[in-house]
């Protein structure tokens, strides 16, 4: 089992960076994929992105290819998703979603932090 926890969030102008921690106590950090997810108000949740076990692959929503970069240290238990180039509509509560499988839907993801808010301003 492991119970992921986020921290980073904060208010950033348009254009600016943000980078998002994800915590997991437990021994098995390293046997699970991560991911992150967003919900803005009054939207679904939705994939950002999502790294395997060993950190070798990951995969990121077309909306922030290019902008946005996933990492893990299983050694420190710790993942990291680093946001540059922040746009208003990144505006939500950003979530790390821990599962065995390496799904893109959120129910396939058992373990979940208590979100993080990003606040991107015009």
């Known amino acids: 089992q492991v119970q992921p926890v986020e921290s980073g969030g904060g208010l950033v102008q348009a254009g600016g960076s943000l980078r998002l921690s994800c915590a997991a106590s437990g021994r098995t950090f390293g046997t699970y994929a991560l991911a992150w997810f967003r919900q803005a108000p009054g939207k679904e949740r939705e994939f950002v992105a999502r790294i395997t076990r060993s950190g070798e692959t990951t995969y990121y929503a077309d909306f922030v290819k290019g902008r946005f970069t996933f990492s893990r240290d299983n050694a420190k238990s710790m993942a990291w998703l680093q946001m540059n180039s922040l746009e208003p509509e990144d505006t939500a509560v950003y979530y790390c979603?821990?599962?065995?499988?390496?799904?893109?839907?959120?129910?396939?993801?058992?373990?979940w932090g208590q979100g993080t808010q990003v606040t991107v301003s015009s």
């Open positions: 979603a821990a599962s065995r499988n390496y799904g893109l839907r959120p129910n396939e993801y058992e373990y």
